[in-house]
C-alpha cells in the first residue's frame, strides 16, 4: 500500500498551498478507493501528531479541526485516487509535516484519532513564513 503526498513547500503567511495525496497498492486496486475514509493530519516540531482534515468514504462528508476551519478544504477524485487539501490564509503555526491517511473501516468518532488509520503516507513539509 502507497500513499504519496506531495505539495508541501515553503510560503509566506496569507498565502495558499494544496497537498495532494494519492494511493496505489494492492489494497487500494482490490477495493474502491472511494471506499476508503482519507484523513490529514500534521505533525509540528516538538508536538504531538494533530488531525487537520477528513473526508469520508461514498457520502464524502468533511471534517476539520477548529484551528483550519474556514481556512482549508478537504477533497477527492476517486477516479483518480487522490485526496487534496487546499490550505488558505496559512498562519506560521500551520508549520509542520502533513500526512495521509486512509482507513476503510474507521466509524465516525475515531476519524479524528491518528491511530484508527490503518495506512499513511511520507508525509509533505509546509513551512509558513511571518
Known amino acids: 500500500v502507497q500513499l504519496q503526498a506531495s505539495g508541501g513547500g515553503l510560503v509566506q503567511a496569507g498565502g495558499s498551498l494544496r497537498l495532494s495525496c494519492t494511493a496505489a497498492g494492492l489494497t487500494f486496486s482490490s477495493a474502491s478507493f472511494g471506499s476508503y475514509t482519507m484523513g490529514w493530519f500534521r505533525q509540528a516540531p516538538g508536538k504531538e501528531r494533530e488531525f487537520v482534515a477528513a473526508?469520508?468514504?461514498?457520502?464524502?462528508?468533511?471534517h476539520y479541526a477548529d484551528s483550519v476551519k474556514g481556512r482549508f478544504t478537504i477533497s477527492r477524485d476517486n477516479a483518480k485516487n487522490t485526496v487534496h487539501l487546499q490550505m488558505n490564509s496559512l498562519k506560521p503555526g500551520d508549520t509542520a509535516v502533513y500526512y495521509c491517511?486512509?482507513?476503510?473501516?474507521?466509524?465516525?468518532?475515531?476519524?479524528?484519532?491518528?491511530?484508527?488509520?490503518?495506512?499513511w503516507g511520507q508525509g509533505t513539509l509546509v513551512t509558513v513564513s511571518s
Open positions: 491517511a486512509a482507513d476503510r473501516n474507521i466509524i465516525l468518532s475515531s476519524l479524528r484519532t491518528d491511530e484508527q488509520y490503518d495506512y
Open positions: 473526508i469520508r468514504a461514498r457520502g464524502g462528508s468533511t
